[in-house]
């Protein structure tokens, strides 16, 4: 398992927008994509658990990555979120 924290630097947090570009690239890879917030786990392919955890600005969330290309999806997830949603 990889995983790796990240904290959201972009005005609107995980909302809308940047929610639907994580999910679309989460659901590029074959591995089990999780967003731990406060202890909580959300899958990190679904929209709906994406929007659910309210991530606004500043926030530190980690991100976890389980199976055959983890480390591929770790990679390109935290660089997601690091150039603030923009590919």
Same mark, same amino acid.
């Given at each position: ?23 679309? !690239? ?6 089990? #994509?999780?967003?731990? $917030?406060?202890?909580? *786990?959300? /899958? ?21 990555? !389980? ?6 999806? #770790?990679?390109?997830? $935290?660089?997601?979120? *690091?150039? /603030?949603?923009?590919?």
């Amino acid at each position: 398992m990889q995983k790796v924290q990240v904290e959201l630097k972009n005005e609107t947090g995980l909302h809308a927008r940047p929610a639907s570009v994580f999910v679309r !690239e989460a659901s590029k890879y074959a591995s089990d #994509i999780k967003i731990i $917030k406060n202890g909580k *786990e959300y /899958n990190a392919k679904s929209i709906m658990g994406i929007l659910s955890l309210g991530a606004g600005k500043g926030d530190k969330l980690t991100i976890t990555a !389980e199976g055959e290309d983890e480390k591929q999806a #770790i990679q390109a997830l $935290k660089a997601l979120v *690091e150039n /603030n949603f923009e590919k």
